[in-house]
Every structure is written in C-alpha cells, then in structure tokens.
C-alpha cells in the first residue's frame, strides 16, 4: 500500500507540472506571437475579416470623414506591434458624405446665426441664454463645433447667447423668418423663447413653395416671451391665380392698378386711389365735380357737384371682406397711445386711435377691399403689421 500511494503522489505531481507548464506557455510565450497587420485604407468588412484571422477583434467608431463610407480611416495600434491572440483594436471608420467648414457666428444676433448657419447646411441643437453685462442681449458668445473648422455637412451646433446685463429675458425681439422653412422657422421660434401659433398660405412667385413669406406679429417687434407667431407660407399659384405681390387689375385702369400695388405692397402712407364712375368721368376738364374722401369701404359713394343738384354715384369693383385683428398689448407701467391703420383698395384709414391698457386684448371685424394691409404702432413704435388677402 505504501508503494502505490508513493506512486500516486508521483503522478499526480508530474500532471500538476505538465498543466503547470502548458499554462505558462500558453499565457507568456504563445500569447504574444500575433503581429497586428495594417488594415488602414480597407473597407470595414475585409479589415474586420484580416484581424479575425490573426486572432484579433475589432472595435468600430465611426466618424466624419471626405473618405468613401466604411473606410477604415485609423487604427490604434500600429502594424506589426506584438500582441496577444483576443486583443481588441479601435478602429475609426468614415461615415461617408460630405465635410464642409462651418461658419463663424459669433457675434451676431441671435436670429442672423440661425439664418447664416441654417444657410449652411446646419442645424442648432441647444441654446443656452447666459448673463452678460459685456455683450448685448441676443447676441451669440459662443459656438460649438467652434470655426474654422470642417464637420460634417449636417452637423447641430450649440450656441451660447448673452440675456444682457441685467439677463432679463421676458421681452424677445421676433426673429427673421422671412424665407426659412416651416420646420426651421419653428425651431428657430423655440430657441428665442416664442411659440409657434398657427399658419396659412398664400400663393408666391418670388419665395420657394413652403417658406415663410410674413410673420405676425412682424421680425424685430419686441413681444413677451412665450409669444404666439402665426406664419403666411408660400404657395405655388393656381392656374389664373394672382401671386401675392400683385394684386388682381381686371376692370381697373392702369393708373388705379399702379396705385394699389403701392399702398399694398410698399407704401404704408395714405394714397389717393382714383376711382372709377358709371355716369360721370372725371377729369381735370371738370373743375366743377368734387369727390368726397370716404375714411371708412363703402360699396358706393355719393359725389356732390358744387353747381349741380345732379348725384354722380363711385362704384369700385374690389371684392369686398373681413379682415379679424386680433392684438394683445405686452405688460405695461403704464398706458400707452394705440394706433391701428388700414390700406386697402380705397385707401388709407385709422381704425382705432386711443390708449391701450397693459394686457389689454383688442377684437376687431374691420370690412376691407381688395388686399388689404393693417399696422399697429404702441407708444409710437411699430408693433404689429399683418396682410390680408
């Protein structure tokens, strides 16, 4: 029995050095025989397949690059470093497209930016509003990806924005949207602290189908944060159809039609629109007739000779309809002057002059002719303005 128990503690040592052995080699002389290749250039498929056959594996991060998509762009490890069988390799892949430098926006306001990159190809991705007593309120401190640099064409950028000194951010300044898409005129709301109310169409020739062709209340027009802008966007015309910025000149004369697109289109200032008269054509021949201005759309207006007991009737031959102003005035120390004003196919009129009251909400149903253009002025200062097709 001692023999064999000998003898067995014998073997049993002999198979815990063999293993012992087959460990160490394993672990120290056999792990370190793999050399990694180059795989910088190859497509990913292939390269991940030349480092499998070593024995190697691959991890991917892809990045923007000019190269073609799934080229493998870097790798770090260098080619033929020793390593061991299992060893994972980062491999950094092109995404493929296109790499453009993006611009400097610094400085700007905050809407200009917007426009500027978005004209880029850019997206803004996060807006952070930050007290500073050195840049005025509105005006972008930073950006990220910061210029000059190249990324990729469609890369969102982060911008920094100075709330002033003060940082009070509860009156903004509407933005620029004038030909910005509708998603990105809504982001762009979004990001100056506005909402988005709703939107309308009109038919365009001189904007790009579905950018915006107006806001309400207008760019630049200082409103309470949280503020509701309603777009007007750009429509195809219809066959027959007028585009907005020439108003219908059938059964008009050509002096008349010159006038209406400069009281609709340009001129907000009052402008004597001449009529036309079923009975009586006036000229200068006829010193005797005088026409009577009519501050508010009539269908017919009487004229009164100065000699004569005959009654000579005006008709114009605009459609008539409804213009609804909707107006609520921002928060207020104190009251101000209000002053609403109408152009339409007969002319200028003020549809209400007095004091607004702060939070005061106006309601009006005004009749208009042909297209008509309404503004507001508080204090003084243009508020509001809005068209009326």
């Not at 056959?53 to 260098?78: C, F, H, M």
């Not at 509003?129 to 005025?136: E, H, Y």
């Not at 010159?258 to 021949?285: A, F, G, N, Y």
Request: include cysteine; aromatic fraction near 4%; hydrophobic fraction near 35%.
């Amino acid at each position: 029995m001692g023999k064999f128990h000998r003898w067995g503690i014998i073997i049993a040592f002999a198979v815990i050095m063999i293993c012992g052995w087959i460990a160490i080699k394993a672990v120290f002389i056999e792990a370190k025989d793999v050399t990694v290749p180059s795989v910088v250039g190859s497509q990913l498929i292939d390269a991940v397949d030349k480092l499998q056959n070593q024995g190697l594996l691959a991890k991917v991060d892809k990045i923007d690059s000019p190269e073609r998509a799934d080229t493998v762009i870097s790798q770090n490890i260098p080619e033929g470093t020793k390593v061991s069988k299992g060893k994972v390799l980062l491999l950094k892949v092109s995404k493929g497209g296109s790499i453009v430098p993006i611009p400097d926006v610094r400085g700007m306001k905050f809407e200009e930016g917007i426009k500027r990159l978005s004209e880029a190809g850019f997206k803004v991705d996060k807006v952070l509003r930050v007290t500073d007593k050195l840049k005025p309120a509105g005006s972008i401190i930073a950006q990220n990806p910061a210029s000059p640099q190249t990324v990729a064409a469609n890369a969102m950028v982060s911008l920094l924005v100075s709330s002033g000194p003060s940082g009070d951010s509860s009156f903004v300044s509407v933005p620029d949207l004038i030909g910005l898409s509708d998603e990105i005129a809504k982001k762009t709301l979004e990001q100056s602290n506005l909402a988005f109310g709703e939107s309308s169409e009109t038919p365009s020739t001189s904007k790009p189908e579905g950018t915006v062709v107006s806001t309400s209340p207008r760019k630049g027009a200082s409103v309470p944060a949280g503020t509701l802008v309603n777009f007007v966007l750009a429509r195809k015309p219809l066959d027959n159809e007028n585009s907005d910025e020439i108003p219908p000149v059938s059964n008009q004369n050509v002096e008349r039609a010159e006038v209406v697109r400069k009281v609709v289109i340009k001129e907000s200032t009052p402008v004597k629109i001449p009529l036309k008269t079923d009975k009586v054509v006036l000229d200068e021949q006829k010193p005797e007739t005088k026409i009577t201005e009519q501050k508010a759309p009539v269908e017919s207006v009487p004229v009164i000779p100065d000699k004569k007991e005959e009654v000579v009737t005006i008709k114009t031959n605009l459609p008539k309809k409804t213009a609804k102003i909707r107006y609520q005035t921002p928060p207020l120390s104190k009251p101000l002057s209000l002053k609403i004003e109408m152009t339409d196919g007969t002319g200028s009129k003020i549809i209400k002059n007095g004091t607004a009251q702060s939070g005061e909400y106006i309601s009006l149903d005004v009749p208009y002719y042909g297209t008509s253009s309404v503004v507001i002025t508080l204090g003084g200062d243009l508020v509001w303005q809005d068209r009326f097709n």
